[in-house]
């Protein structure tokens, strides 16, 4: 079956414009996370989505970033205002529920000029 | 805070040989530990897990074992291929956080033929 999906795959932009990421996950997945990796870094978490259950918003750096899930599915992760150290790769991934492997899309590659 | 440390940032081998990729952590609450596999431009990929109840865990030629008095693990692939050229990330999380994963900064592996 189809795996994580994530769009765009490259994102360009300059400083001060807002971007939205998006995120399909593996359908039937009810956890989804988002977590992104700035160049020689691991990867950080950012959010995780459990069902109906609120956000675990703990890893988001700033307000400037939010995530949404929507219909418990497509997740959205916008950032306004970006910086450019918010240049790296977000990453997102999907579980069955919170305590299964969980299954990583391809990433999507942020730069902000 | 680097709660997950990944002290080599590469390691080489040759084909047929072992790879032995180490991890330690300092948060004492973790209690489920994994080991990613990445290669460019795709997402990481589950490899093998570990419970903090044991001290090995196998799967072909991938061994898992953990030191919990050490705070330490690692990952022995065992013959090495070709192959297995990636970045390994070692992750942890706490059962009290589902699974929220927090990761090493990633080992890369090359093994040459």
């Known amino acids: 079956g189809a795996g994580v999906s994530q769009s765009p795959s490259n994102k360009v932009t300059e400083k001060g414009k807002d971007v939205e990421l998006r995120c399909d996950p593996i359908?039937?997945?009810?956890?989804l996370y988002w977590y992104r990796q700035s160049l020689g870094q691991g990867l950080e978490f950012l959010i995780y989505?459990?069902?109906?259950?609120?956000?675990?918003k703990s890893g988001l750096p700033s307000d400037r970033f939010s995530a949404e899930r929507t219909g418990g599915s497509v997740s959205t992760l916008t950032i306004q205002r970006t910086q450019q150290e918010d240049s790296a790769v977000y990453l997102c991934a999907s579980s069955k529920d919170s305590y299964n492997e969980q299954f990583f899309g391809p990433g999507t590659r942020l730069t902000v000029l | 805070d680097q709660q997950v440390k990944q002290n080599s940032p590469s390691l080489s081998v040759q084909e047929g040989r072992i790879s032995i990729l180490n991890c330690d952590y300092t948060?004492?609450?973790?209690?489920?530990f994994l080991w990613y596999k990445k290669y460019p431009a795709e997402g990481p990929t589950f490899l093998i897990s570990i419970s903090s109840i044991k001290d090995k865990n196998e799967d072909g030629r991938f061994t898992v074992f953990l030191n919990k008095s050490a705070k330490h693990l690692s990952l022995h692939i065992v013959p090495s291929q070709p192959g297995d050229s990636a970045v390994y990330f070692c992750a942890a999380s706490e059962e009290t956080s589902g699974s929220r994963l927090t990761f090493g900064e990633g080992t890369q592996l090359t093994v040459n033929p």
């Open positions: 989505f459990q069902g109906n259950s609120a956000p675990d």
């Open positions: 359908s039937g997945h009810t956890a």
């Open positions: 948060n004492s609450m973790f209690d489920y």
